[in-house]
């Protein structure tokens, strides 16, 4: 098993512990203690946020990723500036937001004229876009130096720790609203900190070289130019993924964005092997494309598709066969606030097809961003960024906030379509084989199968019905196709081992 096989499996480790974690402040803490406009505020501050953090870095993320390998090599650490440049760079982003928010404040309120309590609170988001900025400014140089499993668990497992230990002194009255939003602002910097310590006590970084390098002054046209194209892209990219939330509490109100954010935190769910193979696959991916070893990315490339699909099919069935249960559990909790949660089961179907389709194209948009061609990559989030921005107003307006799914939907799927059409012309790369089609055949007519099961009346034994039989099922068909050899090795010997030490304590 190979490192990105071994550092992604810990990741995801860490990466699925905090979507349960998350799950349980989405799924059950906030609708029992907040109301749905509350939610739909808290889901506002963390996608501006992400969006606002995201233009802050102006451009240096990327280039962190694909030329500190440069550095490392020809300077060493203590010789090395790129980390006081890039957050030089992060600090003057910032300043820029703030010039930008300050001078256009009332029109920022005005504009959140169905979402007053947006507006109130509008001022909390710059501290909470700062923390996250510098969190990722370090989290990129931690990538960098194979630090991805630390990284994923302060940012998917820690953040939502700490969101749980809010929410609960928040719950039994420890906190009022606004003091729970102060401290949710300044979440990210108990990670920050610790991410910052990890990495000088590494003896592989270190902020304190200020001159300029050879290096530096060789490669700075071309780490501009890069950085231009890839930001743009990825900002694009953020705010094709965020602006459905914007025009959401633009148009119709928080207690809709509180709605949209659980279907989309249950979608996400099908994100959590991908986010572990970004983190390690990015400098793996830059080195190979360094060292011109094109048979490790394609690789690379055919077993993310493989395994990416496999547990996308496995996650998207166990979330379809379970969705109404879900509903149930949610208006049940919240009755209080008066339910309301059903157009959460076709907006998660919806959104879940979306995702399973992202999975399926593997790797793609790290190989490309990793390449000479890394403009390509700017093109295409901008295409994603015209197509899915006029598309979610069309469609919100006319079919609500199924609207906004079916076009997620329409937009992954074009975007994706092009950059596997790219990666198939420029290279020959194309990962997929006839196992792969009769294997996603076969766990469509399996989930269908499963669905047909009797429902009994209490929700919990149909989630535990329902989802053991698919899960035996698909393994079952797992084994017969065989699609992705690593990940069924793997389970089998989970499986073996679980089964040893139950025979030891027996």
Same mark, same amino acid.
């Given at each position: ?84 440049? !890039?957050?030089? &760079?992060? *600090?003057? #982003? /910032?300043?820029? %937001?703030? $010039? ?8 920022? @309120? ?53 969101? !749980?230990?809010? &929410?609960? *002194?928040? #719950? /039994?009255?420890? %906190?009022? $609203? ?8 300044? @979440? ?53 993924? !965020? ?264």
């Amino acid at each position: 098993m190979g490192i990105i096989q071994k550092q992604g499996i810990k990741s995801s480790y860490f990466i699925f512990l905090g979507f349960l974690i998350g799950a349980i402040n989405l799924l059950v803490l906030f609708p029992l203690f907040f109301s749905k406009n509350d939610q739909g505020l808290v889901r506002a501050m963390i996608d501006i946020g992400a969006t606002l953090s995201v233009f802050c870095t102006l451009g240096t993320l990327p280039v962190v990723y694909k030329f500190y390998p440069f550095y490392n090599h020809y300077l060493g650490t203590n010789k090395n500036e790129l980390p006081f440049i !890039t957050l030089m &760079i992060n *600090l003057l #982003g /910032f300043g820029i %937001l703030l $010039l930008i928010g300050w001078n256009n404040k009332e029109f920022i @309120i005005h504009n959140l004229g169905k979402s007053p309590s947006l507006g109130y609170y509008f001022s909390y988001i710059y501290p909470y876009t700062f923390f996250l900025l510098i969190f990722y400014w370090l989290e990129a140089f931690a990538w960098g130096l194979h630090k991805g499993v630390m990284t994923n668990f302060l940012r998917e497992t820690a953040i939502r720790i700490l969101t !749980t230990i809010l &929410i609960l *002194l928040f #719950g /039994f009255h420890y %906190l009022n $609203l606004n003091q729970f939003i102060t401290l949710f602002s300044c @979440i990210y910097v108990l990670p920050m900190l610790y991410l910052l310590f990890s990495l000088i006590r590494s003896g592989q970084w270190s902020i304190s070289n200020f001159k300029i390098s050879a290096v530096t002054k060789r490669l700075k046209g071309r780490m501009i130019s890069f950085a231009l194209f890839v930001f743009a892209g990825q900002f694009f990219n953020l705010l094709a993924r !965020t602006n459905d939330t914007f025009m959401i509490v633009g148009l119709k109100g928080l207690s809709d964005a509180s709605i949209f954010a659980i279907a989309t935190y249950v979608s996400a769910i099908l994100e959590i092997p991908q986010r572990s193979l970004t983190s390690i696959s990015i400098p793996i991916l830059a080195k190979s494309w360094k060292e011109k070893d094109f048979d490790n990315i394609k690789h690379i490339y055919h077993k993310s598709v493989s395994n990416l699909l496999a547990v996308g099919l496995l996650l998207f069935g166990l979330i379809w066969l379970n969705i109404q249960n879900l509903v149930s559990f949610l208006n049940w909790v919240s009755h209080k606030q008066g339910g309301g949660y059903d157009a959460i089961v076709n907006l998660a179907f919806i959104m879940g097809l979306a995702k399973l389709i992202d999975l399926a194209t593997g790797v793609n948009a790290q190989i490309i961003g990793t390449s000479n061609y890394w403009k390509f990559d700017f093109f295409t989030n901008v295409m994603f960024v015209i197509i899915s921005i006029p598309l979610n107003y069309y469609l919100i307006q006319h079919y609500d906030l199924t609207g906004l799914a079916i076009s997620n939907l329409i937009a992954y799927t074009l975007y994706n379509s092009v950059r596997f059409a790219f990666l198939y012309k420029k290279f020959n790369l194309q990962p997929y084989r006839w196992k792969h089609g009769l294997f996603v055949l076969l766990s469509i007519g399996l989930m269908l199968l499963v669905h047909q099961i009797p429902a009994p009346a209490n929700f919990v034994w149909n989630i535990a019905i329902q989802s053991t039989v698919y899960a035996i099922g698909f393994y079952l068909l797992t084994v017969w196709i065989n699609p992705a050899p690593e990940i069924l090795d793997y389970a089998k010997g989970f499986v073996q081992k679980q089964l040893n030490r139950f025979v030891k304590q027996g």
